[in-house]
């Protein structure tokens, strides 16, 4: 596989997660910033999602920059994932820990979203995972095809 599909292979899911992500992230920002004050339980979940649509959009922002300077994009872009992740790791903590006590305490749908999202979340990484681990899965299968191939060619 060359560059040139490599980098058409890999547009297809980015396009995707652009279409998906962008109205959700503008979403996130949108309702944390309208119910700023409206969650005395836990004033950081819309906090969260201020900052969680922001880092969102920031990465879709650097993805035309893979091709001026990748090696600094890709730099940028762990950096950013790495804080994406314990962001939602800390959002998670957040939204969840509240709702056995009582997250009416909390403005119903800055609550309900923000809980949506995180599920929403969660969801798109197992899907991920396991759409990854069939690739693994499949490739490696195909190697093998390929290797017991070759070997019995040169006997």
Not at 72 to 95: K, N, Q, R
């Amino acid at each position: 596989m060359d560059d040139d599909d490599e980098s058409r292979s890999s547009k297809g899911p980015s396009l995707i997660s652009v279409i998906i992500w962008t109205p959700l992230s503008i979403a996130m920002i949108v309702l944390g910033s309208l119910y700023i004050d409206q969650c005395p339980i836990q004033p950081l979940i819309p906090i969260f999602l201020i900052v969680a649509g922001a880092v969102h959009l920031l990465g879709f922002v650097l993805m035309p920059l893979q091709f001026v300077c990748p090696k600094v994009t890709y730099t940028i872009e762990g950096i950013v994932g790495l804080f994406s992740l314990s962001w939602f790791i800390a959002g998670s903590v957040w939204v969840f820990s509240i709702y056995q006590t009582n997250p009416k305490l909390c403005h119903d749908t800055l609550y309900k979203f923000a809980f949506g999202i995180l599920i929403f979340e969660y969801i798109f990484i197992c899907i991920a995972v396991v759409m990854i681990c069939l690739f693994t899965c499949c490739f490696g299968f195909m190697a093998a095809i390929n290797a017991g191939e070759s070997t019995r060619n040169s006997s």
